[in-house]
Structures are given as C-alpha cells and as structure tokens.
C-alpha cells in the first residue's frame, strides 16, 4: 500500500498517512475500522469536506491546500479537533484541496496549527 509521510517545515516526520486515492477508498475511508494508531491517519487528496457517518472513533482533520503550485508543500488552512463519530459533518472548507484524517488528538499534539506549512512526500521504499 502506498504511503505518504507528513513533515513539518524543518523535516520532523509527524505522520504516517495511508491514501484514500481511488473512489472507492474515498467512500470507504476510515469506515469500519476501530481506531487509528497513533502518528497514523488517512489522506484524501482532492476533498474539502468529510462526514462522520458509520465511524467509530473521534478523528481530527486538517484541511490543507497546496502553496505557491507546489505539489509538497501544503499550507493548513483548517483544523476540526475531536469530531464525534456519528455526528460531525464538515461540508465545504474553502480553499482547501486535501484532507488529513488523524487520531482525535494527534493535531494538538504534533502542536499544528492554521497558517503552518507541511511537506508531504512519499513514504514508499
């Protein structure tokens, strides 16, 4: 499967994340599982919106869009903490192009915050 690790400005890797790259993946998502592992989480390029419908675990998502065209460098430009399972839905976050589904808890931990800049790069071998 392939893998993308999240860094910050400096190059600290803050998580592994997963690619919800087909449609099918993008449906699917986090559904059915029973909770992430921490420094984990899903990645669907190309969404501004999610739903909490079916899961089983709180999540954080950060919502991100890519800086001046760069196809690694993303800026935050939101961030949901703890959303319940059944009944959170985030319908449009402008400007963002990509999301980042985490461990509720994960976001403050890693201490991101709105404005931050992220590279994200492949974790492949």
């Known amino acids: 499967m392939r893998r993308l690790i999240v860094q910050r ?3 600290t890797p803050l998580w592994s994340l997963e690619i919800a790259d087909s449609w099918l993946k993008k449906l699917i998502g986090l559904i059915g599982r029973k909770s992430l592992d921490p420094g984990t989480g899903l990645y669907f390029p190309g969404t501004n919106s999610i739903h909490m419908l079916f899961m089983r675990f709180p999540i954080d998502c950060v919502f991100v869009r890519p800086t001046d065209g760069s196809k690694e460098i993303f800026e935050i430009i939101s961030i949901r903490a703890d959303l319940a399972p059944w009944t959170g ?3 449009f976050v402008r400007g963002a192009r990509a ?3 985490l461990r509720a808890g994960d976001a403050a931990r890693a201490g991101v915050k709105v404005g931050d800049r992220l590279t994200i790069v492949s ?3």
């Open 9 to 11: 400005s400096d190059n």
């Open 89 to 91: 839905v985030v319908w």
């Open 99 to 101: 999301t980042i589904e």
């Open 123 to 125: 974790g492949d071998a």
